[in-house]
């Protein structure tokens, strides 16, 4: 039983060693994007098109075990390699984090190599991304990343109400400027067929006197969806709302009634009302800025943007948009 023993204590020794010098060589390593223990469940559209999904991507390790003592590379791992003579002694070092399937198949049959697997949020309209939010270590920090953190983190999809064909045909625009926000609400339903807002300079979080825009304040209520409440702001003797809250106040109009608008799939609730004052198009001019309506084929359309330098050029410019949006 004693030479067993010894036998097992030793290996215990060197195996404790070569784990601890792969250990200190992990700083050399690049550090974990993303390990989740389950994919990350998908962001969908109203039409089950995916906008934010876990894709994923492979890494190799090598394994240096003693480069003084003559160990060789093979071609296929001393093409990520640089010389043996820049490697530590012994440890773990990264080969690379960009495989594809064909080179993951190549690796797995060399010695000394390990490759695993991990994966990274990609969210497939860039210009969806303050809305959707960011995930870190598998956790959604911000958005509906966070909001749905709970279903998602465990493998569940959820789907929303925005129309990506609309959503794409805005950011297309977007891309040209990048100088206006946009929201496409369905009448019918009160859901955001689109939403596009400067991440670095919201439109529609910005306050204005209600005053500007010849509503009464006593019929503006909070602004109310998945993402929060917006509450009117008092400020100097003055009302402030965001052009959420007009968007809000408009539908209501519309439908006669009392209703949250929501970023989730939601059925019919609104029955568009007859006796309406107000003729789309509208526009409103306030700090600086135009905030344009209009009314077409069941969708309500808010346009904002700053004026640069002609009333006129920019009011005609967010005419041109709105009538894009089919």
Same mark, same amino acid.
């Given at each position: 039983?004693?030479?067993?023993?010894?036998?097992?204590?030793?290996?215990?020794?060197?195996?404790?060693?070569?784990?601890?010098?792969?250990?200190?060589?992990?700083?050399?390593?690049?550090?974990?994007? /993303?390990?989740?223990?389950?994919?990350?469940?998908?962001?969908?559209?109203?039409?089950?098109?995916?906008?934010?999904?876990?894709?994923?991507?492979?890494?190799?390790?090598?394994?240096?075990?003693?480069?003084?003592?003559?160990?060789?590379l093979?071609?296929?791992?001393?093409?990520?390699?640089?010389?043996?003579?820049?490697?530590?002694?012994?440890?773990?070092?990264?080969?690379?984090? %960009?495989?594809?399937?064909?080179?993951v198949?190549?690796? %797995?049959?060399? $010695?000394?190599?390990?490759?695993?697997?991990y994966?990274?949020?990609?969210?497939?309209?860039?210009?969806?991304?303050?809305?959707?939010?960011?995930?870190?270590?598998?956790?959604?920090?911000?958005?509906?990343? %966070?909001?749905? +953190?709970?279903?998602?983190?465990?493998? +569940?999809?959820?789907?929303?109400?925005?129309?990506?064909?609309?959503?794409?045909?805005?950011?297309?625009?977007?891309?040209?400027?990048?100088?206006?926000?946009?929201?496409?609400?369905?009448? $019918?339903?009160?859901e955001?067929?689109?939403?596009?807002?400067?991440?670095?300079?919201?439109?529609?979080?910005?306050?204005?006197?209600?005053?500007?825009?010849?509503? @009464?304040?006593?019929?503006?209520?909070?602004?109310?969806?998945?993402?929060?409440?917006?509450?009117?702001?008092?400020?100097? @003797?003055?009302?402030?709302?965001?052009?959420?809250?007009?968007?809000?106040?408009?539908? +209501?109009k519309?439908? /006669?009634?009392?209703?949250?608008?929501?970023?989730?799939?939601?059925?019919p609730?609104?029955?568009? @009302?007859?006796?309406?004052? =107000?003729?789309?198009?509208? @526009?409103? =001019?306030?700090?600086?800025?135009?905030?344009?309506?209009?009314? $077409?084929?069941?969708?309500?359309?808010?346009?904002?943007?700053?004026?640069?330098?002609?009333?006129?050029?920019?009011?005609?410019?967010?005419?041109y948009l709105?009538?894009?949006? %089919?």
């Amino acid at each position: 039983m004693k030479p067993n023993f010894k036998f097992s204590f030793f290996s215990f020794i060197f195996v404790f060693l070569l784990l601890f010098a792969s250990n200190f060589a992990i700083p050399k390593v690049k550090e974990k994007t /993303n390990f989740p223990g389950i994919k990350r469940g998908a962001i969908l559209d109203r039409n089950y098109e995916p906008i934010a999904i876990s894709a994923e991507f492979y890494k190799a390790y090598y394994l240096v075990k003693d480069r003084f003592f003559g160990q060789k590379l093979s071609p296929s791992v001393s093409k990520y390699l640089p010389s043996l003579l820049e490697l530590p002694k012994k440890g773990l070092v990264l080969l690379t984090d %960009k495989l594809d399937l064909k080179e993951v198949e190549v690796l %797995k049959k060399e $010695k000394n190599v390990f490759v695993e697997s991990y994966y990274v949020r990609d969210i497939l309209q860039p210009c969806t991304k303050f809305l959707i939010g960011e995930v870190v270590n598998d956790f959604g920090i911000s958005g509906l990343e %966070k909001i749905f +953190n709970d279903v998602l983190k465990d493998g +569940n999809w959820i789907r929303i109400s925005l129309d990506m064909k609309l959503q794409k045909n805005l950011c297309d625009k977007f891309e040209e400027t990048k100088s206006f926000s946009a929201v496409v609400v369905d009448l $019918k339903s009160g859901e955001f067929l689109a939403y596009l807002d400067l991440p670095e300079n919201s439109y529609f979080t910005q306050l204005f006197p209600v005053s500007d825009f010849n509503l @009464s304040s006593e019929e503006i209520s909070s602004f109310r969806w998945e993402l929060g409440e917006i509450k009117p702001v008092s400020e100097n @003797s003055q009302i402030k709302i965001t052009p959420l809250h007009i968007l809000k106040w408009f539908f +209501n109009k519309i439908c /006669n009634n009392n209703y949250d608008l929501t970023i989730l799939p939601r059925t019919p609730i609104c029955q568009h @009302s007859t006796e309406v004052s =107000f003729k789309f198009p509208l @526009s409103f =001019f306030s700090q600086n800025k135009i905030l344009y309506l209009d009314f $077409k084929k069941n969708k309500l359309i808010m346009l904002i943007t700053e004026i640069e330098k002609d009333y006129k050029a920019t009011l005609s410019y967010l005419k041109y948009l709105a009538h894009q949006i %089919k």
